[in-house]
């Protein structure tokens, strides 16, 4: 079964960066979509970015597109969401999810990274703040 751990996190600057790791174990994550979702206090969890099976697309919310950048180590089964120009709003907590390729396709071309119904392999989350 696979499982996911992010780290990472931590409180940055205004403006600063960041990258967030997601270490797949159990399964090879290559056949998975991964996305990463982040959750704001007393917000509802929102996807900020996804990457398809073996890596072959990326999605982008509105509100991080340019900014951040989801990559894969396909070979070390890791996963990452490098975060540059960081504002305050970007504050919470982030987690990494994943949904087989058999179960659904995800992350198709002009697609977002989708609902968290969708996904059903999560991580425990890590935190960012964003802060001066």
């Known amino acids: 079964q696979l499982q996911l751990v992010e780290s990472g996190g931590g409180l940055v600057q205004p403006g600063g960066s960041l990258r967030l790791s997601c270490a797949a174990s159990?399964?090879?994550?290559?056949?998975?979509?991964i996305a990463w979702f982040r959750q704001a206090p007393g917000k509802e969890r929102e996807g900020t970015s996804c990457?398809?099976?073996?890596?072959?697309?990326?999605n982008y919310a509105d509100s991080v597109k340019g900014r951040f950048t989801i990559s894969r180590d396909n070979v070390n089964n890791m996963v990452y969401l490098q975060m540059n120009a960081l504002k305050p709003e970007d504050t919470g907590v982030y987690y990494c999810?994943?949904?087989?390729?058999?179960?659904?396709?995800?992350?198709?071309?002009?697609?977002?990274?989708?609902?968290?119904?969708?996904?059903?392999?999560w991580g425990q989350g890590t935190q960012v703040t964003v802060s001066s």
């Open positions: 990457s398809s099976e073996f890596g072959s697309s990326a």
């Open positions: 999810a994943a949904v087989h390729l058999t179960a659904r396709r995800m992350c198709m071309p002009s697609q977002g990274p989708g609902s968290v119904y969708e996904y059903d392999v």
């Open positions: 159990g399964a090879s994550s290559d056949y998975y979509t």
